[in-house]
């Protein structure tokens, strides 16, 4: 058990729908982290926020934003969903920027 | 961008060490490396990392070559556990430490044999 919660864990939704995945970071941990694993596309960095403010981006989509609250926690919002959507999103922690990561256990995504 | 380049697969036998190369010929100065592996039906999990000096924990060493393009992951003595995919990562600063990317290698597919 590394910390990271995910809810959750399974959330099936048809095209053209939004959803909202949740992340709660390690206790201590200011930086949150957000990925997408898909079978042909393996595992991309999407964004990340460090005590409230986004520090790095990846290959976010526009159709994707996420966010981290005061109590750290963070969202990440996915809308207009298509099929290729469909992935594991993993949601990850760590003290600094540079430092090691604490991945959670995914929200596996299904767009039908 | 700064990119990794790992072999798709490799395979060891159990109790043998292993070296998992990533070849990152265009890093730049202050690119951390870093190394995950991800057992099947898991998340990532953190192995390693560093920037210019060899590195060792109590998973693993790294070490670093001198111009700094490529590195290697020690597993000292492979046991059946440590299967996993291998990813070997920079962690891409940009200037002024404010904005930055991670890039993820296709990582090496290691297979241990009893």
């Known amino acids: 058990d590394s910390g990271v919660t995910q809810t959750p864990k399974h959330l099936i939704t048809a095209t053209g729908q939004r959803v909202t995945l949740r992340c709660s970071p390690r206790?201590?941990?200011?930086?949150v982290y957000w990925y997408q694993q898909s079978l042909d596309q393996g595992l991309q960095f999407l964004i990340q926020?460090?005590?409230?403010?986004?520090?790095a981006k990846g290959n976010i989509l526009e159709r994707f934003s996420a966010q981290q609250f005061p109590d750290l926690h963070s969202e990440l919002n996915l809308s207009s969903l298509e099929l290729g959507d469909s992935a594991l999103y993993f949601c990850?922690?760590?003290?600094?920027?540079?430092?090691?990561?604490?991945f959670g256990p995914g929200t596996r995504l299904t767009v039908t | 961008d700064a990119k990794t380049t790992q072999p798709n697969s490799m395979e060891s036998n159990e109790e043998e060490p292993v070296h998992l190369p990533c070849n990152h010929s265009?890093?730049?100065?202050?690119?951390?490396i870093h190394w995950y592996r991800q057992l099947p039906s898991q998340g990532p999990e953190y192995v390693i990392h560093?920037?210019?000096s060899n590195v060792n924990n109590r998973m693993a060493s790294l070490a670093i070559a001198e111009d700094r393009k490529s590195s290697t992951l020690i597993l000292h003595r492979a046991t059946l556990r440590d299967a996993a995919v291998y990813y070997c990562?920079?962690?891409?600063?940009?200037?002024?430490?404010?904005?930055?990317?991670?890039?993820f290698g296709k990582g090496t597919k290691l297979s241990v044999k009893p």
């Open positions: 990850a922690s760590g003290r600094d920027r540079a430092d090691e990561q604490y």
């Open positions: 206790s201590g941990d200011l930086s």
């Open positions: 926020y460090y005590n409230g403010e986004e520090r």
């Open positions: 265009t890093i730049s100065g202050t690119d951390y």
């Open positions: 560093g920037l210019t």
């Open positions: 990562i920079l962690w891409e600063r940009g200037y002024g430490g404010s904005q930055g990317n991670l890039i």
